[in-house]
């Protein structure tokens, strides 16, 4: 998902009534959803298939707050962004991050293995099945292609897991984890859903978020070949439902707060393969500024300059790291105003993917995972 704020806050400034809590339950039993698209709104009952026509396809963020029922998240999701750093609950201490980069040669010599082959193969895959839009079929289907992909690449190293994780519609989210001397977790993540604009249209979804994907994979496969051994806990996680709401992510970090988890770093990817300006963009909204400042030491450092911009309410996954507490950043491929037109299309296709972007990305990652390893 990415969004227009302008359009967002147009969005929002048209609505007045709040939910009520007397017909609740009737939305609840007619299958409807209760959306926010900013701190401020109080959210608005919607049909599923309204949520992607309405919200998604018009480019307006939204979270979908249906099953949320921890009130610390619920908070979070209500306060607003000033400054890229407002309201973070404190499910953990404060993490200090380094302000330079301190494993170069291990760093580079991983970077080396880095290649487009597999990124190729695996996105054409993703991109050919008629959409992942998390309640198709097709969705499913992509989930469980995804999931024995991402247990063959992990198959290099045995001590590497991965596991499902089960949601209340059918498309699972996918963790692979790589153990560390430290239970301390960092975390790579993006979304392997996708829409063509309504639950039924063609959707490739190969920038948004194929890219992201493939990106990520491709990370595993390198320190899963070299049988990396981290410091701290690496985990790749690959997202159920985002399109729908951030809905997998959600799931996933409110079982990480309600269990207690230590969370160093999540660096989210939503679109990571077309890129004008050929420049990694560190997006500076709902996020954790000083985790979003070491992504950017780290970035530069390994693949040169960067740009910044904002993305507002209900952007993608790390807004659910943030709203449950976790140090939380975003990385895209591109500012806003010169990003892909095609998302939520049919037209975010294969062909329209900048191959050197995801090797960029590919290689950010890889840095990143072993630089933030030794947190
Ligand atoms: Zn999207």
């Known amino acids: 998902m990415r969004i227009q704020p302008l359009l967002a806050l147009l969005a929002n400034s048209a609505w007045s009534a709040a939910a009520a809590p007397a017909t609740e339950s009737a939305h609840r039993a007619a299958g409807l959803r209760l959306i926010k698209t900013a701190p401020e709104d109080p959210g608005k009952w919607v049909t599923e298939e309204g949520k992607i026509t309405d919200y998604t396809a018009k480019g307006i963020g939204f979270v979908d707050i249906t099953d949320i029922t921890d009130a610390q998240v619920l908070a979070s999701l209500s306060t607003p962004d000033s ?34 082959t ?63 001397t430290s239970t301390n977790i960092v975390i790579v993540s993006a979304h392997y859903d996708s829409t063509g604009g309504s ?14 994907v493939v990106v990520i994979l491709e990370a595993l496969r390198v320190l899963a070949s070299a049988g ?9 996680h690959f997202y159920a439902g985002e399109e729908g709401g951030l809905l997998g992510s959600q799931a996933v970090f409110a079982n990480y ?88 299309s049919p037209n975010d296709s294969y062909a329209t993917i900048m191959w050197d972007a995801v090797l960029r990305h590919a290689r950010f990652t890889l840095a990143f995972l072993v630089e933030a390893s030794y947190l």
């Open 228 to 236: 990396f051994k981290p410091k701290d806990t690496l985990e790749f």
């Open 83 to 116: 400054d890229g750093n407002s309201l973070q609950i404190s499910a953990q201490a404060t993490v200090i991050y380094p302000t330079s980069v301190s494993h170069q040669t291990e760093t580079n010599a991983l970077l080396a293995n880095i290649s487009a």
């Open 257 to 344: 707060k309600s269990t207690g988890k230590k969370v160093l770093a999540v660096v989210n990817q939503d679109m990571a393969g077309y890129s004008p300006s050929g420049k990694i963009s560190i997006y500076t909204d709902y996020v954790d500024s000083a985790l979003t400042a070491y992504t950017r030491v780290v970035a530069t450092a390994y693949v040169g300059a960067t740009t910044s911009d904002t993305c507002g309410y209900g952007c993608s996954d790390h807004a659910s790291a943030r709203s449950n507490g976790f140090p939380a950043a975003y990385v895209c491929d591109e500012q806003m105003d010169t990003s892909t037109l095609y998302i939520h």
């Open 199 to 212: 639950s039924t249209a063609r959707g490739p979804g190969a920038d948004d978020n194929g890219s992201g």
């Open 118 to 180: 597999n990124p190729k193969t695996w996105l054409k895959t993703l991109t050919d099945f008629h959409n992942r839009y998390y309640k198709s079929t097709y969705g499913t289907q992509a989930g469980t292609w995804l999931f024995n992909t991402v247990k063959s690449v992990a198959a290099a190293n045995s001590a590497i897991t991965v596991t499902q994780v089960t949601h209340s519609f059918n498309q699972p989210s996918i963790i692979a984890k790589v153990p560390g």
